[in-house]
């Protein structure tokens, strides 16, 4: 056994494949939990690794290291299931021109380094939460009559700005009867329609009418998103799946950490 005042080296192994995402939070972890620690990063963020991989190596006061080394794990573990959740995913919808995005179905307190990880994993983060954009779902426009439903929306949307910057405008639609509903808005009030639990073949028929009618506004899917069904709504043309599993479902990676003695 080492003595804790003692110096040693310890190694940080993959337990198993995966995108590696969260070394550079380590980092900052360390610096601060552990100042006499020095951390050397083996892999970088975003890159892919194989069991048994070396990703991390600690040098200093045995006392230091083991004072990070549970905290350090865990998030280096879920940030890193976050990425690799999101890298299948960005795979899944390769050859079209759809981009994976993730959700506010975050971890409470880890929404900023879920957030991260997605983007390691290749994945899109565009908001942080309702309050930097602006977002109506079904919930909010419950009860909205079709007829009524692009003048609340319109009203909404200039009261929002008037409250605060947006970086953008989004509203949820569940049929396509309020996707033609919309059309009404004039150009730069929504940005953005949010699909949700359309079939590949509803998605298709929206972006064709999207295409003749409205080619600036983007359009999101989203809805029960797996790594199975990403490649036929990829294909339907729309610009963004957005999949609350990456973050919500992602299987952690394990890591452990073994001491080397000097």
Known sequence: MVPAERCATAMVRARGPGVLAGVEVVRRLVAIGAPGVRCRVLVRDGSRFRRGAAVLSLHGPLRGILRVERVMLNLLGRMSGVATATRAMVA???????????????????????????VRGGGVSHRAGLFDAFLAKDNHLSGVPLERLASVVQRAV????????????????????????????????????????????????????????????????????NVASVPAIARSGVDFISAGSITHSAPQVDFGLDIVED
């Not at 899944?92 to 997605?118: H, M, N, Q, S, Y």
């Not at 919309?182 to 298709?204: C, E, F, I, K």
């Open 158 to 225: 200039v009261r929002a700005r008037r409250l605060a910057p947006l970086a953008f405008t989004m509203v949820e639609v569940d049929t396509e009867a309020q996707f033609v509903a919309l059309l009404a808005l004039p150009r730069g009030v929504v940005d953005a329609v949010l699909l949700d639990n359309m079939s590949p073949v509803r998605m298709r028929r929206i972006v064709a009418l999207r295409d003749r009618c409205v080619p600036w506004l983007k359009l999101e899917a989203s809805g029960g998103v």
């Open 92 to 118: 899944a919808a390769a050859g079209t021109r759809a981009r994976i995005r993730d959700t506010r179905k975050t971890t409470p307190g880890l929404r900023a380094l879920e957030k991260a990880a997605v």
